[in-house]
């Protein structure tokens, strides 16, 4: 009776600490996208304390990445869980990497302003910089619910939305190379800005990269740099 107990207790506190870790995900997820957000806003206003506040801020997401990523490795340690609970775990940890890097393109983004900002030089209108921000969140908003629900439908919709980022992405650079040719007192502003399309691209790739994570939680398929499909395909030929 006792030790029935016992495996029930144990058992409640490692869901317990389950959700405390998913709380965590989604908190780390929450603050990323508002640094996002924030570097791009100093970059559209050209305000120099939006900038040093994502810069400063960075610590933070650091500190989230590591206390998320011990609590993961004890369940992991000391629960051994197994199937579902085990590849959540893993992923857990694959995730807060790849969010506290997400903060890291925001600081590279607020960088760009300060360095906008010293310069004084005239910049091009890049209206569609806005527009990459928005889906580039959009997409780190659904990859972690997906993550967190075990979704994996909406993990691979995010991987699609992700077209659409590149396609801005490629559009960005056309455009801010038809300026630096045009005139070259436009090249050091530009490069800058192309910069930034570069770090929200790479947001997205990371929020794809979290949805590919929920999909094999989900599914237990890996889809990264489409496996799955290689899998299905060596698995057709080897049967013909």
């Known amino acids: 009776m006792a030790d029935g107990a016992a495996l029930t207790g144990g058992y409640r506190h490692f869901h317990d600490e389950l959700a405390s870790l998913k709380q965590r995900l989604l908190d780390m997820s929450?603050?990323?996208?508002?640094?996002?957000?924030?570097?791009?806003?100093?970059?559209?206003?050209?305000?120099?304390?939006?900038?040093?506040?994502?810069?400063?801020?960075?610590?933070?997401?650091?500190?989230?990445?590591?206390?998320?990523?011990?609590?993961?490795?004890?369940?992991?340690?000391?629960?051994?869980?197994?199937?579902?609970?085990?590849?959540?775990?893993?992923?857990?940890?694959?995730?807060?990497?790849?969010?506290?890097?997400?903060?890291?393109?925001?600081?590279?983004?607020?960088?760009?302003?300060?360095?906008?900002?010293a310069s004084r030089s005239a910049a091009p209108p890049v209206p569609a910089l806005s527009d990459m921000a928005r889906r580039a969140r959009t997409m780190l908003s659904d990859s972690l619910d997906a993550f967190i629900r075990g979704d994996g439908t909406l993990g691979r919709a995010v991987g699609r939305a992700d077209d659409q980022v590149d396609a801005l992405h490629e559009g960005i650079f056309r455009s801010l190379l038809t300026y630096m040719m045009g005139d070259p007192r436009m090249i050091a502003s530009s490069l800058e800005l192309l910069l930034v399309s570069r770090n929200l691209e790479r947001v997205a790739d990371l929020a794809t990269n979290i949805g590919e994570d929920a999909v094999y939680l989900a599914e237990g398929k890996q889809i990264r740099h489409r496996y799955d499909e290689e899998q299905q395909a060596s698995t057709t030929d080897t049967v013909a």
């Open 30 to 117: 929450e603050r990323a996208e508002s640094l996002v957000a924030l570097a791009v806003e100093s970059l559209l206003e050209q305000d120099l304390a939006k900038a040093t506040t994502v810069i400063e801020s960075d610590k933070e997401l650091d500190r989230m990445e590591v206390e998320a990523e011990n609590l993961a490795i004890s369940l992991l340690a000391l629960q051994q869980p197994m199937a579902r609970d085990l590849r959540f775990l893993v992923g857990a940890i694959k995730v807060s990497s790849d969010l506290e890097r997400v903060g890291d393109h925001a600081v590279n983004i607020a960088q760009c302003t300060e360095r906008l900002i």
